[in-house]
């Protein structure tokens, strides 16, 4: 829940519009939501990782029984070889996936209740973080501080929460003043026979 929300529902609280406990109802349900939703990307992180340990565990079967038959051809040796070399990349690449997604989820918790200019931006940000992250003169740093340092006095990137006020126009009666003393009294004057 973003801190606006909260603001209002406190404002409603004041003004009496909603009850302590019907705003303390709204939060905990918006709460219950955003942990649903995080729970279900890491359900999906591990049953990707899951399914990347079963096929470990399927190639590592056949690697155990391309061992027995293959001891006296090269044939079985070259497709062996084959074989060990796509389960540790395979291994390799869903290591990295998982890392990649739980460095990503890491990276979003950071923003908090920041709302973008663009996803663009965002998706820019990410990728900007994780290269920073992942250079050696930033080990030890944390990602919230390189998202600080990124971030720090750059326009463009965050939205602005105080958006400028709507100005009305000027109205009908005020075309045609005069721009001296006597221009003034008589526009008091007319607008106070109306």
Do not use: C, H
């Amino acid at each position: 829940m973003d801190t606006n929300k909260i603001k209002s529902l406190l404002s409603e609280v004041k003004s009496g519009t909603k009850t302590e406990e019907d705003v303390t109802k709204e939060i905990m349900k918006d709460y219950g939501t955003a942990v649903a939703s995080e729970q279900s990307k890491i359900t999906k992180v591990q049953t990707d990782l899951d399914n990347a340990n079963t096929k470990i565990k399927t190639y590592e079967t056949e690697i155990a029984t391309l061992k027995e038959s293959s001891k006296n051809n090269d044939d079985w040796k070259s497709k062996f070889e084959t074989l060990d070399a796509k389960i540790k990349q395979d291994e390799a690449n869903a290591k990295a996936k998982a890392e990649d997604e739980i460095l990503t989820n890491n990276i979003i918790s950071v923003f908090g209740d920041k709302k973008f200019t663009s996803d663009y931006v965002k998706n820019g940000l990410i990728a900007d973080i994780k290269t920073e992250y992942a250079k050696t003169e930033n080990k030890g740093k944390g990602i919230s501080e390189i998202f600080d340092s990124l971030t720090k006095d750059k326009n463009g990137i965050f939205e602005n929460p105080n958006q400028p006020a709507e100005m009305p126009g000027m109205s009908e009666d005020t075309k045609n003043i005069d721009n001296g003393a006597d221009g003034f009294v008589s526009i008091i004057q007319e607008n106070q026979r109306k």
